[in-house]
């Protein structure tokens, strides 16, 4: 009878134990192999899994901390980008939750009918899709439904100020990484960081060596690359100002530095210009905050930041000088001369199909027949949906900018909420600005799609947080005696 217990116990034990030991030997044996040789197809595969386990394993709001890192460097596949999938992946877990939990999908905001009104716009833009671009519309609206997912999610699930300080510290680690992915382009631009996953190759290397390089980082794009690091030095600058700590301090303050650099290293004249219009709408968003001398250190900062950025740019690199681009700028009827190429033949074919525009995607021709992109996302939109698209995309804007102002309640005063509320209604400022001189829809630019509705998602967030404390205030007000 002790021998079968015996027995019995060995087997449960290598019932047990065996398939987990064969598991770690695999996996130590796919991971030495990456580490020798590694491939990009396969180090997809494992992300995949790290992905899986999150979802399933720990809370939602995990699953958008990671997808926060992961989104600046998307990989193409078949249908989409991993973006698009991962996020569908992450959507689609959610709804099986909630309804599984009988509690309701996504939180209601006051932007809601104006998102519904800029999806109506994408969907009946349709009508106009020549078949041969049907395909590639319904990938543009597949896109789409996951972008404004994403910023319902982030509403939903970042909904307290511990959830948003490590969702804002994310964005900028994000952003950061990014950014030295432009530092690595600059000084090794011919390096593979993931074979056939991330990379920081530039084309025409040697030509551009004499010319000037424009940085473009993983994401193979120096508009994307610049603009999500203006975004990112915002919320580096705000958690380099709250914490104490004077290694994580000094952290933050060489992250600042580096993304200042690499986005004057991009030579992107439209994120130039519409960081320096964040910077002064800052002075006048936290003016109560700054003082005579705050505004001399600040600004002797900043112009000291910006000058040696320039020397060692155009001293020590082969970078293209973002001020020398700006300088050398000449106009041609009031549009930049490297626009009115662009611009003018856009408008001109808006006019086709003026109210529901030609359809989600742009078709840029070859050969003979081969035209520029609009190069500014308010005649793209006019283009593709029409003047009731441009209505529903400008209402979206403008409905959002109203709602960040309740940085000023009090209820958001000397918050951290208020403050990043406020870092918000900067941001959807400077993105005004910013996409006057870009579009959305090349490959490259997917990933701006992404941290534009994150922000409308984390501007939500915030304005939901303040009205809960707005109403509990009141609550206390009535029933003290």
Not at 413 to 430: D, E, M, P, S, Y
Request: include cysteine.
């Amino acid at each position: 009878m002790r021998a079968v217990n015996v027995s019995k116990n060995i087997a449960d034990w290598a019932w047990k134990y065996v398939p987990l030991a064969g598991v770690m030997t695999m996996a130590s044996y796919v991971l030495a192999k990456e580490i020798l040789a590694p491939t990009g197809r396969t180090v997809k595969v494992l992300v995949l899994f790290l992905v899986l386990v999150i979802l399933l394993r720990f809370e939602m709001v995990f699953s958008l901390y990671m997808f926060v890192v992961l989104f600046p460097f998307p990989s193409g596949i078949a249908l989409t980008s991993t973006n698009v999938v991962f996020l569908t992946l992450i959507a689609l877990l959610w709804v099986v939750r909630a309804h599984s939990a009988n509690i309701p999908l996504f939180t209601r905001t006051d932007l809601d009918k104006y998102i519904w009104f800029y999806l109506a716009a994408f969907i009946v833009s349709f009508f106009n899709v020549e078949p041969g671009y049907f395909a590639q519309s319904l990938k543009l609206l597949w896109l789409e439904l996951a972008v404004i997912a994403y910023c319902y999610l982030i509403v939903r699930f970042v909904d307290d100020e511990n959830k948003l300080a490590t969702f804002t510290r994310l964005i900028a680690v994000s952003s950061g990484l990014l950014a030295l992915t432009g530092l690595l382009q600059l000084v090794a631009p011919t390096s593979d960081l993931i074979p056939g996953w991330i990379n920081v190759r530039s084309p025409g290397e040697l030509g551009q060596r004499v010319e000037g390089v424009r940085l473009t980082g993983a994401v193979a794009s120096h508009s994307v690359l610049s603009d999500y690091s203006v975004i990112g030095m915002f919320f580096m600058t705000l958690h380099l100002i709250r914490t104490r700590n004077p290694i994580t301090r000094t952290v933050w303050l060489g992250m600042l530095a580096m993304t200042f650099f690499v986005t004057l290293a991009t030579g992107n004249r439209g994120a130039f210009l519409s960081m320096l219009i964040g910077i002064l709408y800052s002075g006048y968003v936290f003016r109560r905050h700054l003082s005579l001398g705050r505004v001399i250190i600040v600004g002797s900062l900043f112009m000291a930041l910006l000058i040696g950025a320039e020397i060692a740019i155009r001293k020590h690199s082969y970078a293209v000088s973002v001020t020398q681009r700006v300088t050398e700028t000449t106009f041609e009827k009031g549009i930049p001369n490297n626009r009115a190429g662009a611009w003018i033949p856009a408008l001109k074919g808006s006019l086709d199909h003026i109210f529901i525009g030609h359809g989600p995607y742009y078709d840029t021709g070859t050969g003979l027949d081969k035209k520029a992109w609009p190069h500014n996302s308010y005649i793209f939109v006019l283009y593709t949906f029409g003047i009731f698209g441009l209505i529903a995309f400008l209402l979206v804007r403008y409905k959002l900018f109203r709602i960040s102002l309740a940085y000023r309640s009090p209820a958001a005063q000397g918050t951290f909420t208020g403050t990043v509320l406020a870092i918000c209604n900067i941001l959807l400022l400077v993105r005004l600005a910013a996409i006057g001189r870009t579009d959305f829809q090349r490959p490259a630019d997917y990933v701006s799609v992404f941290f534009v509705w994150m922000i409308f998602g984390l501007t939500l967030a915030c304005a939901n947080i303040v009205k809960e404390r707005k109403a509990k205030l009141a609550r206390n007000t009535v029933s003290a005696p």
